[in-house]
């Protein structure tokens, strides 16, 4: 059974970098036809989804946050990681890693992590 846990600090000060991981535990990120993606929920807002790394390590980005997203994998250590550049007030929430495959066109998520709660200090 795979799992998904996040991690990082859940505290981040404006303009800084926000760094998380995603530690994948009764799977590998290199399998085929799998994809790795974080997705965010801001505080009485949806979800949206923000990156994925393929199996094969290639990536895609949300066009709206594309340029300042980046997401990368250690395939040593079965984890992703995001970091998120010249974080705003906007960007605080939850962020969850999720695995995904595509059905057609269609994004097919099973498996989840809990979500890690990312906070703006001052």
């Known amino acids: 059974q795979v799992q998904l846990q996040e991690s990082g600090p859940g505290l981040v000060k404006p303009s800084q970098t926000l760094s998380l991981t995603c530690t994948v535990s009764g799977g590998s990120i290199t399998t085929d036809s799998w994809y790795w993606s974080w997705v965010r929920q801001p505080p009485g807002k949806g979800l949206e989804w923000m990156a994925y790394i393929a199996y094969n390590g290639d990536t895609y980005y949300s066009p709206s946050l594309k340029s300042r997203t980046s997401i990368a994998r250690d395939t040593s250590k079965n984890r992703f990681t995001l970091q998120l550049s010249s974080v705003t007030p906007e960007d605080p929430g939850v962020y969850y890693c999720?695995?995904?495959?595509?059905?057609?066109?269609?994004?097919?998520?099973?498996?989840w992590g809990r979500g890690t709660q990312v906070t703006l200090s001052s």
């Open positions: 999720a695995r995904f495959q595509y059905r057609g066109s269609m994004r097919e998520y099973d498996c």
